[in-house]
């Protein structure tokens, strides 16, 4: 079994019903929840809205690839209403939105991949608060 750490955030509708749902799919089709954070507000991160944000991050054992991961994960992202991931510009930076859900892997065990759709470790967290404090809190135990 590998270990993923998951980060999700939700800005629109009813943030903590999204989040509750996305781990129950999430536990169902990634793999166990063995940890989950305390929701975190954060204000949005790259572009303006009026909508806080609610965030969390879990850690799940899983027997999927990061590849099947990242697929489960988008599939749970459109069940539960996002739209799409982020929109690309002509200049091919990202635009961030508003959205119901958004679930990004932001550790899969100490892999380090590096492709156009899939970067382990999440190549921002860093700079997110409202991704390294509740990871932080999960993470303190081990």
């Known amino acids: 079994m590998s270990e993923v750490y998951l980060g999700l955030g939700s800005n629109l509708g009813d943030k903590e ?4 749902k ?6 169902e089709r990634v793999g166990l929840v063995v940890r ?13 809205s009026a909508n806080s944000f609610l ?6 054992e899983t027997s999927l690839t990061p590849r099947q991961v990242l697929q489960t994960t988008q599939q749970i992202e459109r069940e539960l209403g996002k739209s ?22 932001l550790l899969y065990d100490d892999l380090i991949i590096d ?6 470790p999440h190549p921002l967290m860093q700079q997110r608060d409202f991704v390294m404090k509740p990871l932080n809190e999960i993470t303190a135990a081990d």
């Open 17 to 20: 019903d999204h989040i509750r």
């Open 22 to 27: 996305a781990i129950t799919l999430i536990g």
């Open 36 to 48: 989950q954070s305390s929701l975190v507000s954060s204000e949005p991160w790259g572009f303006e």
């Open 55 to 60: 965030n969390a991050v879990i850690c799940c």
């Open 84 to 105: 799409q991931r982020h929109a690309t510009i002509r200049n091919k930076t990202t635009r961030y939105h508003d959205r119901p859900i958004d679930i990004d892997i």
């Open 115 to 120: 492709e156009p759709d899939l970067k382990i």
